[in-house]
C-alpha cells in the first residue's frame, strides 16, 4: 500500500479485556512510533522500533502495554485489562530512518478504542 | 515544564489573509528538529514542513514557512493566502536527538478555522 495503514479502525472493548492492535508501516520504513492521542493527554510518544528492536520504550503508560515488530514491518500495540483511561485513537507513524536522519514520520488513520 | 507550547487554543481567519501559529519550545539538546503537522476533522496527521537546528534557513514548502529563531526557541508556521481547505489542527512538534529517544513531542495544537 502507499501509505501507513491501521486496523482495526475502530474497537470497542469492555473493562478489563486484552485488546490487540495492529500498524503496516510504509514498505521500506526501518522506523515505526506508536502514539496515544486523547482529549487530556493530546498526542503521546509511546514506543520507537528500530527494525525489530525497540529501544526507546520510554511512553509506555504502563506494563499493561506492550509492543512487537516482526519482519521488520507489522507491529502490534497490545493493551491488556483494558482500562476506561485507555480510550484514545492510537496512532503508528513511521519513517525512513530512525536517530540517523531527519525523517518525517509518516502517521495511518489511526485506530478509536473505546473501553466501556 | 512543557516542551512544546502553542498558546493559541484556537484562531479564526478570513480567508486569503496570511496566518501565524506560534510555538516555542524547550530543549538543552543542540541537535534537534521541528516539525508542523495538520491534522483535518478526518483525524489523519498531514507532514507539513521540517527545520533542523543547524539549518541557516527557514524553512519553506509552498504555502508554508517557518520563522526559526533559534535563541528565542521559537518556530513559528506561517501560512500563506489561507485557504478553507486549511481548516484544521496543527501540531507542532519537537525530536531530539542527544537522548537516544526518538519519538516526537507533540504541542496541545492550535485550532485553525478560515472564514470565507
Known amino acids: 500500500g502507499a501509505g501507513v495503514s491501521q486496523s482495526p479502525s475502530n474497537k470497542v472493548t469492555e473493562k478489563g479485556k486484552d485488546v490487540e492492535l495492529r500498524c503496516d508501516p510504509i514498505?521500506?520504513?526501518?522506523?515505526l512510533y506508536w502514539y496515544r492521542q486523547s482529549l487530556g493527554q493530546g498526542l503521546e510518544f509511546l514506543i520507537y522500533?528500530?527494525?525489530?528492536?525497540?529501544?526507546?520504550k520510554s511512553g509506555l503508560p504502563s506494563d499493561r502495554f506492550s509492543a512487537e515488530r516482526t519482519g521488520g514491518s507489522v507491529s502490534t500495540l497490545t493493551i491488556q485489562r483494558t482500562q476506561q483511561e485507555d480510550s484514545a485513537v492510537y496512532l503508528c507513524?513511521?519513517?525512513?530512518?530512525?536517530?540517523?536522519?531527519?525523517?518525517?514520520?509518516?502517521f495511518g488513520p489511526g485506530t478509536r478504542l473505546t473501553v466501556t | 515544564a512543557q516542551k512544546i507550547t502553542q498558546t493559541q487554543p484556537g484562531m479564526f481567519v478570513q480567508e486569503k489573509e496570511a496566518v501565524t501559529l506560534d510555538c516555542t519550545y524547550d530543549?538543552?539538546?543542540?541537535?534537534?528538529?521541528l516539525f508542523w503537522y495538520k491534522q483535518p476533522s478526518s483525524g489523519e496527521m498531514i507532514f507539513l514542513i521540517y527545520q533542523g537546528s543547524y539549518d541557516q534557513q527557514n524553512a519553506t514548502e509552498g504555502r508554508y514557512s517557518l520563522n526559526f529563531q533559534k535563541a528565542r526557541k521559537s518556530a513559528n508556521l506561517v501560512i500563506s493566502a489561507s485557504q478553507l481547505g486549511d481548516s484544521a489542527m496543527y501540531f507542532c512538534a519537537m525530536r531530539e536527538r542527544g537522548g537516544g529517544a526518538d519519538g516526537l513531542t507533540f504541542g496541545k495544537g492550535t485550532h485553525l478555522i478560515i472564514q470565507p
Open positions: 522500533f528500530q527494525g525489530n528492536s525497540a529501544p526507546d
Open positions: 530543549t538543552s539538546d543542540p541537535s534537534y528538529g
Open positions: 507513524a513511521s519513517s525512513p530512518l530512525g536517530l540517523a536522519g531527519a525523517y518525517e514520520q509518516y
Open positions: 514498505s521500506g520504513h526501518t522506523a
